[in-house]
Structure formats: structure tokens, C-alpha cells
T-cell receptor, first 109, second 113 residues
């Protein structure tokens, strides 16, 4: 079993829908990252969080340390949100990122 | 700022050939990383560096070498290319380690045949 599991692996939705991508991990962590990989391949860091919730525009990331779970939400989704979203965690004491396999999101107009 | 730049963007190698993937950052970051991304798999750390002159192995270092002679540059060397090294390679940098935001280069798509 991978240390970081994302669900769903693929998600297709219509423009305007509320999107949720989930990330579960099996180890104690010191931080969690959400990344976005564009269709052209470039990777951008969206959030780094170790507790609670962060918001940036239409994107919201939450984390529940006790349940070892994080979610990435997109409100009022748009075709330009189509990308692969990647969750990555840093194990306590390890100081190295462990990546999930990514969730491919497609938003249709 | 250009951020993190990588060259080349694409490369096809024959088995046994050598090449160097270049990575440069202009943000004065101490930490730099090399990852590989295989289809359907998460990114895996190959090597990392916490500053000029200091490098260390990541999760999948076999078949690769790195050097860090300056803060800006972190080249990745493949000595004897093998088909298993066909992948997309990403270089990244961060200010204070992986717990902080990482900035990624555009990637190099390498095919070994």
C-alpha cells in the first residue's frame, strides 16, 4: 500500500461544479503539499499546510491530522482548472516529500 | 526572475549513451532536487542538495550522479542510459527544504531506446 493515496484517480465534471479531491496518508507528517501539473507538464505548488484550512481564490485545502486526510476543493470549476492535482506529504523526521499518484481532473465547458 | 530552468526539453538516447540534464535556478535557493515521473506513478526523488558542495541520495538514485558546485546549478548525469530511465525529469528548488514551497522547472522528457 502506498504511503499516500489519492482519490479519485480520474474526475470529469461540468463547468461550474464543486470539485473535491481527496488525499489519505498512512504516516505521521509534518506538512502536506498540494501541487498542480498543467497539461503541458509544468508543476506549480498550490498549498502547503500542516493544520486547518487554506484558501486561495477558488481553491480551498483542508487537512485533518487525526484522520490523516486532506481534501482539495475547487469552487465554480472552469475548463482552465483541468490538470493533474498531486498531494505530497513529508513524514515526521524524514524531511523528504512522498508523492501521491495524482488525480486527473477534466472540466468540460 | 526566470525561476528554475531545465535543458534540454526533450532527448532520445541510445542504450549505453551518457548525458547531463541541466538545471539552473536564479532565486538563490539553497535546496535543489531532482525527481523522475513515470506514467501513472507519483514523482520520486532521485537526488537532492542542501547547498553548494552537498548532495545526498533520494529514493531512486541508482544510475544517476549529481554535483552542486554553485548555488545556481544542479546537473543530473546519466552515465550508461538504460530503458528503465525513460521518464520525465523535473528539477525543483526551495528556500529551506521540502517542508516549504518548491518551485519546479518545466521538465525534460527522456526516452532511452
Amino acid at each position: 500500500k502506498n504511503e499516500v493515496e489519492q482519490s479519485p484517480q480520474n474526475l470529469t465534471a461540468q463547468e461550474g461544479e464543486f470539485i473535491t479531491i481527496n488525499c489519505s496518508y498512512s504516516v505521521g507528517i509534518s506538512a502536506l503539499h498540494w501541487l498542480q501539473q498543467h497539461p503541458g507538464g509544468g508543476i506549480v505548488s498550490l498549498f502547503m499546510l500542516s493544520s486547518g484550512k487554506k484558501k486561495h481564490g477558488r481553491l480551498i485545502a483542508t487537512i485533518n491530522i487525526q484522520e490523516k486526510h486532506s481534501s482539495l476543493h475547487i469552487t465554480a470549476s472552469h475548463p482552465r482548472d483541468s490538470a493533474v492535482y498531486i498531494c505530497a506529504v513529508i513524514s515526521q523526521g524524514a524531511q523528504k516529500l512522498v508523492f501521491g499518484q495524482g488525480t486527473r481532473l477534466t472540466i468540460n465547458p | 526572475n526566470a525561476g528554475v530552468t531545465q535543458t534540454p526539453k526533450f532527448r532520445i538516447l541510445k542504450i549505453g549513451q551518457s548525458m547531463t540534464l541541466q538545471c539552473t535556478q536564479d532565486m538563490n535557493h539553497n535546496y535543489m532536487y531532482w525527481y523522475r515521473q513515470d506514467p501513472g506513478m507519483g514523482l520520486k526523488l532521485i537526488y537532492y542538495s542542501v547547498g553548494a558542495g552537498i548532495t545526498d541520495k533520494g529514493e531512486v538514485p541508482n544510475g544517476y550522479n549529481v554535483s552542486r558546485s554553485t548555488t545556481e546549478d544542479f546537473p543530473l548525469r546519466l552515465e550508461l542510459a538504460a530503458p528503465s530511465q525513460t521518464s520525465v525529469y523535473f528539477c525543483a528548488s526551495s528556500n529551506q527544504g521540502q517542508i516549504y514551497e518548491q518551485y519546479f522547472g518545466p521538465g525534460t522528457r527522456l526516452t532511452v531506446t
